[in-house]
């Protein structure tokens, strides 16, 4: 009751926190739920880039009932204002598998409390098969909008439906630890002709054969031994490996030079995803002539849709500020091409380096000597080294310390010990002294006779006890209130010696914990970058939470658990070793 009592309130107490954890995780508020609906529209799914799972994706009645017309009419036939609903309405008729995409007067803001809205009124439609690029002005929205469509973004008004499953690219390239090939499969099957021209188109041929172990090239934590242009065409290649309907690419040409983006936009979105649906947000206006339909947004609303000549002629402002963009985008391209030579510069070299060291590596390594492997965690295993106690102990205070902590242990235990025994001597004694004064009053019934050589008997009628005692060894029997001051004195020095051995043990685990925890600590703030190059974090925060954990609150109470047992066991096998 005394040990398992104070456990099970802290098990309780953990538990309920954990409880309450969970439930408010639980209680968060879901994504927009998409579902799949059969019939007229067909099987509508929206499947997100990299997930297997199809997140589900309804299309609304009345956006079947919007669209009357698909056929006829196309958005580029006409520059098209915010007013899509009635756009729609005019031009409706034909299902909505007829649209990849229909968005309908999208209110949408990222948070409740913003005074602005992220998306004002926004309605589109993008046809199977479709182009559409997405420009204008920074945080203007466009990223926003692909995220409406991901149901990432909550809407407060308007509906969205999504004819087909969709892959996404998004804006920032996001990898994860792992080889290039995990990276660009995704947990997909490898289909090697699909891979190799997935390769192709987002030119990483060449990258292939510059890094060490060509695409089984561990890639590191966010791809940190990656260039920039190399984490874009790798996310990208994701997206597009992924066989889906709609493609939704947030602006995958900005991270590379104008050679590699022209290679990926003719190859890899006009080439291998033609017949696609492909939502193209982009910075990079000189390829919008190529697009079926244009979409400017501007302060998160559409200000106009059309194809590149349709808006050229339109006379109006935005045509203007299209033409002034795309001047500024060229510029801005050639600053950027500088500015990535030298940074592919400087990763082809040091791919060349580690090439270097690596000969004979390939586009896919099928060596399975060269194959790199993911540095596993390390734990050791068998018996703890006395230097790691000695780094544990020396965190914790000096050595004198530490014999101050242990001799008061050790202490603690020898009084706990002596007042054991000293109950027992006690209650032998009494025994003695009851037999003793029988004996010499010889008026008990119970004595069975006199002293005899020594030694005095006693049996009890009752309860069948005997027994018998030398009067020479215990002659002399110490008083009752000597033993009871005594056995005082051992209680009270068990409860003071505890409680200082435990404040002074515990103070100095509490010690070793924050002083191997700082120099953890310090340590990681001056490591190079290539530790964390090497080091996922994950590893690194499982040192400072799970670890550190074990060092606070587990290792005290097993070590002192164990002192204590030690003792003991030391104090009760002395006895036997003198038999
Ligand atoms: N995840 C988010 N949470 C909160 N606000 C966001 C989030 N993403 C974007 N925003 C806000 O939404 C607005 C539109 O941003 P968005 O990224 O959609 O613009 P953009 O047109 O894609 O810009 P860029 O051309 O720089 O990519 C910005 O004011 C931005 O601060």
Same mark, same amino acid.
């Given at each position: 009751?005394?040990?398992?009592?104070?456990?099970?309130?802290?098990?309780?107490?953990?538990?309920?926190?954990?409880?309450?954890?969970?439930?408010?995780?639980?209680?968060?508020?879901?994504?927009?739920?998409?579902?799949?609906?059969?019939?007229?529209?067909?099987?509508?799914?929206?499947?997100?880039?990299?997930?297997?799972?199809?997140?589900?994706?309804?299309?609304?009645?009345?956006?079947?009932?919007?669209?009357?017309?698909?056929?006829?009419?196309?958005?580029?036939?006409?520059?098209?204002?915010?007013?899509?609903?009635?756009?729609?309405?005019?031009?409706?008729?034909?299902?909505?598998?007829?649209?990849?995409?229909?968005?309908?007067?999208?209110?949408?803001?990222?948070?409740?409390?913003?005074?602005?809205?992220?998306?004002?009124?926004? %309605?589109?439609?993008?046809?199977?098969?479709?182009?559409?690029?997405?420009?204008?002005?920074?945080? %203007?929205?466009?990223?926003?909008?692909?995220?409406?469509?991901?149901?990432?973004?909550?809407?407060?008004?308007?509906?969205?439906?999504?004819?087909?499953?969709?892959?996404?690219?998004?804006?920032?390239?996001?990898?994860?630890?792992?080889?290039?090939?995990?990276?660009?499969?995704?947990?997909?099957?490898?289909?090697?002709?699909?891979?190799?021209?997935?390769?192709?188109?987002?030119?990483?041929?060449?990258?292939?054969?510059?890094?060490?172990?060509?695409?089984?090239?561990?890639?590191?934590?966010?791809?940190?031994?990656?260039?920039?242009?190399?984490?874009?065409?790798?996310?990208?290649?994701?997206?597009?490996?992924?066989?889906?309907?709609?493609?939704?690419?947030?602006?995958?040409?900005?991270?590379?030079?104008?050679?590699?983006?022209?290679?990926?936009?003719?190859?890899?979105?006009?080439?291998?995803?033609?017949?696609?649906?492909?939502?193209?947000?982009?910075?990079?206006?000189?390829?919008?002539?190529?697009?079926?339909?244009?979409?400017?947004?501007?302060?998160?609303?559409?200000?106009?849709?059309?194809?590149?000549?349709?808006?050229?002629?339109?006379?109006?402002?935005?045509?203007?500020?299209?033409?002034?963009?795309?001047?500024?985008?060229?510029?801005?391209?050639?600053?950027?091409?500088?500015?990535?030579?030298?940074?592919?510069?400087?990763?082809?070299?040091?791919?060349?380096?580690?090439?270097?060291?690596?000969?004979?590596?390939?586009?896919?390594?099928?060596?399975?000597?060269?194959?790199?492997?993911?540095?596993?965690?390390?734990?050791?295993?068998?018996?703890?080294?006395?230097?790691?106690?000695?780094?544990?102990?020396?965190?914790?205070?000096?050595?004198?310390?530490?014999?101050?902590?242990?001799?008061?242990?050790?202490?603690?235990?020898?009084?706990?010990?002596?007042?054991?025994?000293?109950?027992?001597?006690?209650?032998?004694?009494?025994?003695?002294?009851?037999?003793?004064?029988?004996?010499?009053?010889?008026?008990?019934?119970?004595?069975?006779?006199?002293?005899?050589?020594?030694?005095?008997?006693?049996?009890?009628?009752?309860?069948?006890?005997?027994?018998?005692?030398?009067?020479?060894?215990?002659?002399?029997?110490?008083?009752?209130?000597?033993?009871?001051?005594?056995?005082?004195?051992?209680?009270?020095?068990?409860?003071?010696?505890?409680?200082?051995?435990?404040?002074?043990?515990?103070?100095?685990?509490?010690?070793?914990?924050?002083?191997?925890?700082?120099?953890?600590?310090?340590?990681?703030?001056?490591?190079?970058?290539?530790?964390?190059?090497?080091?996922?974090?994950?590893?690194?925060?499982?040192?400072?939470?799970?670890?550190?954990?074990?060092?606070?609150?587990?290792?005290?109470?097993?070590?002192?658990?164990?002192?204590?047992?030690?003792?003991?066991?030391?104090?009760?096998?002395?006895?036997?070793?003198?038999?």
């Amino acid at each position: 009751m005394t040990e398992s009592f104070p456990l099970a309130v802290i098990e309780v107490a953990e538990s309920t926190v954990s409880i309450k954890r969970v439930q408010a995780f639980l209680l968060n508020e879901e994504v927009a739920s998409a579902a799949t609906q059969e019939g007229s529209c067909g099987k509508i799914t929206t499947t997100l880039e990299g997930s297997n799972k199809p997140c589900e994706c309804r299309c609304s009645l009345n956006d079947t009932e919007l669209v009357k017309d698909p056929v006829n009419t196309k958005i580029s036939d006409k520059i098209t204002t915010v007013d899509t609903v009635d756009r729609l309405l005019e031009k409706t008729g034909g299902p909505t598998s007829k649209k990849s995409i229909v968005i309908t007067n999208v209110t949408a803001k990222w948070m409740e409390d913003l005074p602005k809205n992220t998306l004002t009124d926004v %309605s589109l439609d993008v046809r199977p098969g479709e182009l559409v690029a997405v420009v204008g002005p920074v945080g %203007s929205g466009k990223t926003s909008l692909l995220h409406a469509i991901l149901k990432e973004l909550p809407l407060n008004s308007g509906s969205i439906s999504v004819g087909g499953s969709v892959s996404y690219a998004s804006q920032e390239p996001w990898l994860f630890t792992g080889s290039v090939r995990q990276n660009i499969l995704f947990g997909q099957p490898m289909d090697r002709n699909r891979y190799r021209q997935v390769v192709r188109v987002c030119a990483l041929e060449r990258d292939f054969q510059l890094l060490p172990h060509g695409d089984r090239t561990i890639v590191g934590e966010r791809g940190v031994t990656l260039s920039g242009g190399q984490r874009a065409r790798i996310s990208l290649a994701r997206a597009i490996y992924k066989e889906a309907d709609i493609y939704l690419l947030d602006d995958p040409l900005s991270a590379v030079d104008t050679r590699v983006g022209r290679h990926l936009f003719e190859d890899c979105i006009c080439g291998f995803l033609v017949g696609k649906t492909r939502v193209l947000v982009t910075h990079q206006l000189q390829y919008l002539h190529t697009a079926d339909d244009i979409i400017i947004l501007n302060n998160g609303a559409v200000e106009a849709v059309g194809t590149f000549t349709k808006l050229q002629n339109s006379g109006l402002d935005f045509a203007k500020q299209l033409e002034l963009e795309v001047g500024e985008t060229m510029d801005d391209n050639l600053n950027r091409m500088s500015a990535r030579s030298s940074d592919d510069c400087v990763s082809q070299c040091s791919a060349n380096r580690l090439q270097h060291q690596n000969s004979g590596s390939s586009e896919v390594s099928s060596v399975a000597g060269s194959i790199p492997e993911m540095a596993a965690e390390m734990q050791a295993r068998g018996s703890v080294g006395s230097r790691v106690y000695w780094v544990y102990f020396s965190a914790g205070g000096n050595c004198m310390v530490i014999l101050l902590v242990f001799g008061l242990c050790v202490l603690s235990q020898l009084a706990i010990s002596g007042g054991d025994y000293w109950m027992s001597y006690w209650s032998t004694v009494e025994e003695h002294r009851l037999i003793m004064s029988e004996a010499n009053s010889g008026s008990s019934q119970n004595v069975t006779g006199p002293i005899v050589n020594d030694t005095a008997s006693y049996q009890d009628s009752n309860s069948g006890y005997s027994a018998t005692t030398d009067v020479a060894e215990w002659g002399w029997l110490p008083s009752r209130e000597t033993c009871i001051y005594v056995y005082s004195g051992l209680v009270a020095s068990v409860i003071i010696l505890s409680v200082c051995s435990v404040i002074c043990f515990f103070t100095m685990c509490m010690r070793a914990s924050i002083n191997l925890h700082n120099a953890m600590f310090t340590s990681i703030t001056r490591a190079t970058m290539r530790f964390f190059n090497s080091n996922p974090s994950g590893q690194i925060l499982n040192r400072f939470s799970k670890d550190m954990g074990t060092v606070d609150e587990i290792v005290p109470l097993t070590m002192i658990d164990c002192i204590q047992r030690g003792v003991l066991y030391s104090l009760t096998s002395v006895p036997h070793c003198k038999v």
